[in-house]
């Protein structure tokens, strides 16, 4: 597509519940990230997947949190038994392939999860 | 580890003023790349600026300029002449080689008509 894109943009959830967020970015870029956002605040790194290497998860703050990406495609962030902490907008970002550097990440919209 | 230091947490300008936001980072690498972006009230973060750490030249787009020193590890961003639609927060971050974002607490400024 012409753009990163994620989905669902607004997500309600009861605590306790699960949820999955859907991450579609830019065709033919490699690299993923997702990073969380809570209200006033900055990026939190969470996640990061370059090609076939090992994902970088370094930024997952509970065992709760998991990704996935599917080849150079979508991604999912799943976030098991969500508290209220967890509620925050969750962006992701594909960079622009550029040989042997990192590039600018174009970033989605975001999903912006309430836990209540 | 990697870190991005924006000390200023807001600024309020009255339009028309020059401002500029400030940004300093710790890596220990040689080779880092370094980045602004905006994020308007509609929430979409908006890429800016990509700066490798071999290219110490300032920049200038527009309104918009850049001063990278590395001496003291800083990237700042001046907005020339600024107005309503700068309001906005930015944010500076910082990369390795092939590796993740780390952005900075971010900036929120004010720009009033």
């Known amino acids: 597509g012409a753009g990163v894109s994620q989905s669902p943009s607004n997500k309600v959830t009861e605590k306790g519940k699960d949820v999955e967020l859907r991450c579609d970015p830019i065709?033919?870029?490699?690299?993923l990230y997702w990073y969380r956002q809570r209200l006033g605040q900055g990026l939190e790194f969470l996640i990061y997947f370059q090609g076939n290497s090992a994902p970088d998860k370094s930024g997952l703050p509970s065992d709760r949190f998991s990704a996935e990406r599917t080849g150079e495609s979508v991604s999912t962030l799943t976030i098991q038994r969500t508290q209220q902490e967890d509620s925050a907008v969750y962006l992701c970002a594909s960079p622009r392939r550029r040989a042997g550097s990192p590039s600018e990440a174009f970033f989605g919209q975001g999903t912006r999860l309430t836990v209540v | 580890a990697q870190k991005v230091t924006q000390a200023q947490t807001e600024i309020s300008v009255v339009e028309k003023e020059d401002v500029t936001l400030d940004c300093v980072y710790e890596?220990?690498?040689?080779?880092?790349?370094l980045f602004w972006y905006k994020q308007p009230p509609s929430g979409e973060l908006v890429f800016l600026i990509r700066r490798n750490s071999f290219d110490e030249q300032n920049e200038i787009s527009g309104r918009y300029s850049w001063n990278f020193q590395k001496s003291t590890s800083s990237f700042n961003f001046t907005i020339t002449a600024s107005q309503v639609v700068d309001s906005a927060v930015y944010f500076c971050?910082?990369?390795?080689?092939?590796?993740?974002?780390?952005f900075g607490a971010g900036t929120i400024l004010r720009v009033k008509s």
């Open positions: 065709s033919g870029h490699t690299a």
């Open positions: 890596t220990r690498d040689t080779t880092y790349y």
């Open positions: 971050a910082l990369s390795l080689y092939g590796n993740k974002l780390v």
